[in-house]
Nanobody, 124 residues
């Protein structure tokens, strides 16, 4: 029913910026919560940022606060993750995810659909 496609990943030097995009097809994003997760080699997939539909609130893990910004354009069915002041420890595969029902925005299990992931590599 829903397909998510991430783009915008790549190789960047420490201190640089990238903007990830997540385009959705099949249903509008207007009534769903959206999240970004990342997974580094040998580690579990972890929460990065989320945008709540009901009140417009945004949430971030402490390590990216002040550097990353999640935003959404519901008319374009697209969610973005602006990443500034990138650090080598940000290197991971980044996934976007969509939640319709659970409201468990911090948990992998709270999301119904996932994108294929896009690689972000930050060199020192």
């Amino acid at each position: 029913q829903v397909q998510l496609v991430e783009s915008g990943g790549g190789l960047v030097q420490a201190g640089g910026s990238l903007r990830l995009s997540c385009a959705a097809s099949g249903r509008t994003l207007s009534r769903c919560d959206m999240g970004w997760f990342r997974q580094a080699p040998g580690k579990e997939r972890e929460f990065v940022a989320a945008s709540n539909w009901s009140d417009g609130s945004t949430y971030y893990i402490d390590s990216v606060k002040g550097r990353f910004t999640i935003s959404r354009d519901n008319a374009k069915n697209t969610v973005y993750l602006q990443m500034n002041s990138l650090k080598p420890e940000d290197t991971a595969i980044y996934y976007c995810a969509l939640s319709y029902y659970s409201g468990r925005i911090y948990s992998v299990g709270g999301y119904d659909y996932w994108g294929q992931g896009t690689q972000v590599t930050v060199s020192s």
